[in-house]
């Protein structure tokens, strides 16, 4: 086990250097740079371009850039955004819970439903039932987030009043974030209706990130059941005469659920991709919007390690998903 | 529902209860984040906007004019040669008591002395910074120094006479910072502070930033000019569909840049109001006079005639907005947009015309601009207009569009192909910031985007900046315009209206001509 864990480990670095290339690299080949963000509609002396280049630090040659990059990311320094001036470490610590609390809602939301449609549609297979289920998760899986988003606004928030348009939390609560993490802080505050106000805060973000996830996940649980249901020991199974949700739910469930936990682990990237959107709508303050800003403003310094830092955490889950992988199932560490 | 109804309506109780909430809050939903809050870092408007919550500069510009009045300076002198600025302060000014710093002493020269002289230096405090709307507005070019004359005189000095300096003087760049608290920041070694935690004399105190989320502040209850109605909570979201869904919602009481197609649904609302006011703004279609035929001012004027105007006002600006016959706004000192000849919408001749200078199946590049801007909400639709009006002259025209950062790149070189869909919103109220930076032959290759460089018009600017009369000033504007007139180095689309949507509880907004947003004036009822 140590050992697979170790090999995994060790293909981490070539990746991270991969990264680390292309994500100084991206950036920077898109035409147009800060100081033209900067400059605007605005004319600008070819005297006054340089000077700015020179506070940015980008009148050096590119490769020393790069490496003055490499090198000061090894040492955990990732430097300042060209656009605040505050450290790329400190923006991302500041915005990153508010990322993961939406994500970790969007996932569970994501896997309990997603879950439980797919084994009503594979126990109902060929059925009505089978058929609306994933009929519906190829709508949710195409469905247009920004579109999915401003319509469930406009439905539930601003016409119904059932849950507020956006941000975190009701202005009225005014607390300082302690671990970054709303509904953590809101109980902490102390202030009564702040916890609830987060709950629903929370709701419409989470279904609009969830969709894509519970729709994948529908479909993957409903094919590894199906899958698993055509076996030997189900059968065998039945003919004990274990009754049909130990059947299903126990013996089944367990073995179809490798493949769903990878789907979930596999989500995280499409999680991230999506909170681009989500938060951009619901002004939800974290790292999606963040990019979003620095691609346009072209903060290199943002873009290059703010994409450094999600791709380590990507990679993080992905090789915790591997070692899950490998703790459900022993034929893997041992193949 | 009855749950949640319940849920609410106890913890809105628990809220009142445990005194958490300002008594009266005005929200602003706001369009995006301030990149920091030391007024002399940044230009973008967004950051301007908290600036000028909280600080204030010697002069101000009267609220909902360009005129120029007295802020922290209750009164100046400009001597003969116009190089000379004695500023007489106001006495008696307070800076704001926060919870991270406690004044010992009012307001006075030093803090003048000190705010100036840390443009004049150019080092800031912070890497990756600089003084850059000073630079971009030439200051270095016409400042000379700052003394001190007395605790409440200053003397400012410059070096070429210049006729908008106490325009300039008026903008947020120029505003104060607190020499007290910026001393003690620097013994601390925290002068990063600066940035996050603003101390200003302005009339509003900041209370917190919430980044990307809201920034809060509160009345100042000390400020000179009497203490806002209102706590004040900045409520960003970047997308203008969702902040009216706020706004619906009575989430918040203002927002910001509405687009345009929602405007008519909110007059409409009964619990909403959108006040109006003309805009300082003009938007154009930039052909390059470099290249030809459009070098040719025949076939620009042609194309220009081919330009429903009228048309393109109706559906791009929604109405919202006026044809264009002057780079300078109706609104503005010296403009002759209201006299001169206006630009008429002739198919007919303008093929015509095209013939008669010898251009036949004539191909362009039109760029239309990714974003929306006060001056141009939405350049693909006008750009796909411009190509069917185009078409109907025979004139075959492409749309082109890339991101933000790369349009205003690439649509710079003197050797752009086509024509570029831009415009301007005025910074100071002055006509030389909508000529110089635009359409002078320094900024060739650059805002000058026309990439047009008429020694006449150009030396009239030259002359204007020199001089301080300001209807002398106005004589030498006009004849610059129609200059530009005959010659039509862009083609001139609109001025637009600016649209701010309330709730109609809200009181006392006065829209800002420099686009920029101000709560001093307002009160809410409850």
Redesign the interface.
């Known amino acids: 086990m140590l050992k697979y864990i170790l090999n995994r480990l060790l293909l981490v670095i070539p990746t991270f250097i991969g990264i680390s290339i292309l994500s100084f690299s991206f950036i920077r080949l898109?035409?147009?740079?800060p100081v033209?963000?900067?400059?605007?509609?605005?004319?600008?002396?070819a005297a006054?371009r340089l000077?700015?280049l020179h506070?940015?630090?980008l009148d050096q040659p590119i490769w020393k850039q790069y490496l003055d990059y490499l090198w000061r990311a090894l040492h955990g320094d990732l430097g300042?955004?060209?656009?605040?001036?505050h450290s790329i470490t400190g923006?991302f610590l500041?915005?990153f819970p508010a990322t993961v609390e939406l994500s970790i809602c969007a996932t569970i939301f994501a896997t309990i439903i997603g879950v439980f449609f797919g084994i009503l549609a594979a126990t109902h297979r060929g059925g009505w039932l089978d058929q609306l289920t994933m009929g519906t998760a190829l709508v949710g899986y195409s469905m247009p987030i920004f579109w999915w988003g401003?319509l469930l606004?406009?439905l539930f928030?601003?016409g119904l009043?059932?849950v507020?348009?956006?941000?975190?939390i009701?202005?009225?609560?005014?607390f300082?974030?302690v671990t970054g993490f709303m509904l953590i802080d809101s109980v902490l505050s102390g202030?009564?209706?702040?916890f609830?106000?987060a709950v629903?805060h929370l709701i419409l973000p989470t279904i609009v990130l969830g969709t894509i996830p519970l729709a994948v996940i529908a479909r993957q649980t409903r094919s590894a059941m199906l899958e698993v249901l055509g076996e030997d020991y189900v059968r065998t199974a039945r003919s004990k005469g274990l009754s049909n949700f130990r059947v299903t739910g126990i013996h089944a469930f367990r073995n179809a659920l490798i493949p769903v936990v990878t789907t979930i682990g596999l989500q995280v990237g499409t999680l991230l991709a999506g909170a681009i959107l989500t938060e951009?709508?619901?002004?939800w303050?974290?790292i999606g919007?963040?990019m979003i800003?620095a691609i346009?403003?072209?903060d290199y310094?943002v873009v290059q390690g703010g994409l450094l830092l999600i791709a380590v955490i990507v990679m993080s889950v992905n090789l915790l998903v591997d070692v899950l992988y490998a703790l459900i199932n022993p034929r893997i560490r041992t193949r | 529902?009855r749950l949640?109804t319940t849920?609410?309506a106890?913890?809105?109780?628990?809220?009142v209860?445990?005194g958490?909430?300002y008594a009266k809050?005005l929200?602003y939903c706001s369009e995006?984040?301030p990149?920091?809050f030391d007024p002399g870092?940044y230009?973008s408007g967004t950051t301007l906007d908290v600036n000028v919550a909280s600080y204030e500069g010697l002069v101000k510009f009267k609220l909902g004019t360009t005129e120029v009045q007295p802020a922290l300076a209750e009164k100046w002198e400009i001597s003969k040669d116009g190089l000379t600025y004695t500023f007489h302060l106001r006495h008696g000014v307070k800076w704001q008591t926060t919870d991270y710093f406690t004044p010992t002493r009012d307001f006075n020269a030093d803090d003048v002395v000190y705010s100036f002289e840390r443009q004049i230096k150019g080092t800031t405090y912070?890497?990756?910074?600089?003084f850059?709307y000073w630079?971009?507005m030439s200051m270095p070019d016409q400042v000379a120094g700052i003394k001190k004359i007395d605790d409440y005189t200053v003397e400012l000095t410059l070096k070429t006479p210049s006729a908008p300096m106490l325009a300039n003087l008026a903008m947020p760049f120029a505003e104060i910072v607190s020499k007290e608290y910026t001393d003690k920041l620097a013994a601390a070694g925290k002068m990063?502070q600066l940035?996050d935690e603003p101390v200003g004399t302005g009339p509003f105190t900041f209370v917190?930033y919430?980044?990307?989320?809201?920034v809060?502040f509160k009345a100042n209850p000390d400020y000179w000019g009497g203490a806002p109605k209102i706590d004040l909570?900045f409520?960003?979201?970047?997308?203008a569909?969702?902040r009216l869904?706020?706004l619906?919602?009575g989430?918040c009481d203002v927002m910001a840049y509405p687009s345009p197609a929602d405007v008519d649904s909110i007059k409409k609302n009964p619990n909403l109001t959108a006040i109006q006011e003309k805009g300082l703004n003009f938007g154009a279609l930039w052909y390059n006079t470099q290249q030809k035929p459009f070098d040719n001012v025949e076939v620009r004027k042609a194309l220009d005639m081919a330009i429903d105007k009228k048309a393109m006002i109706a559906a791009v600006y929604q109405g919202q907005g006026q044809v264009a016959n002057s780079a300078l706004p109706p609104t503005m000192w010296s403009s002759i947009d209201a006299t001169l000849k206006p630009s008429v919408y002739d198919p007919a001749k303008a093929k015509a015309m095209l013939e008669k200078a010898g251009v036949k199946d004539l191909t362009i590049k039109i760029w239309a601009m990714p974003v929306a801007r006060p001056y141009m909400p939405d350049a693909k639709r006008a750009a796909e207009m411009m190509q069917a009006d185009f078409a109907k002259i025979g004139v075959k025209a492409t749309v082109y569009s890339?991101?933000?950062?790369?349009?205003?790149?690439?649509s710079k070189p003197v050797d752009r192909d086509g024509a570029v869909i831009?415009?301007?919103t005025g910074d100071n109220g002055d006509p030389d910031n909508f000529f110089t930076?635009?359409f002078?032959c320094?900024?060739v290759g650059?805002?000058?985007r026309a990439q047009w460089c008429d020694k006449d018009f150009d030396a009239l600017l030259k002359k204007a900046q020199q001089i301080t009369d300001q209807k002398a000033r106005a004589k030498l504007y006009e004849q610059a315009q129609v200059i530009f007139n005959k010659q039509t180095p862009v083609s001139l689309i609109a001025h637009s209206v600016v649209t701010m949507p309330m709730s109609k509880k809200v009181t006392g907004y006065v829209i800002d001509p420099f686009g920029l947003h101000h709560f001093e004036t307002v009160d809410k009822s409850e």
């Open positions: 898109l035409p147009g740079d033209d963000v900067l400059a605007g509609e605005r004319s600008m002396s006054r000077e700015l506070v940015f630090g300042t955004s060209l656009t605040t001036a923006e500041t915005l401003l606004i406009i928030a601003a009043h059932w507020p348009v956006s941000g975190r009701n202005l009225d609560f005014y300082k974030p202030q009564k209706g702040a609830v106000s629903q951009t709508i619901f002004s303050p974290g919007k963040w800003d346009g403003h072209r310094t | 529902m949640l849920l609410l106890a913890s809105a109780l628990a809220v209860m445990a958490g909430a809050t929200v995006g984040s990149e920091g870092l230009e912070l890497p990756d910074t600089t850059a630079g971009d990063a940035n917190n919430q980044k990307d989320a809201n809060r909570v409520s960003i979201n970047k997308d569909t969702a869904q706020s619906l919602a989430e890339v991101d933000w950062a790369e349009y205003l790149k690439t831009m415009g301007w930076p635009n002078g320094d900024a650059g805002g000058n």
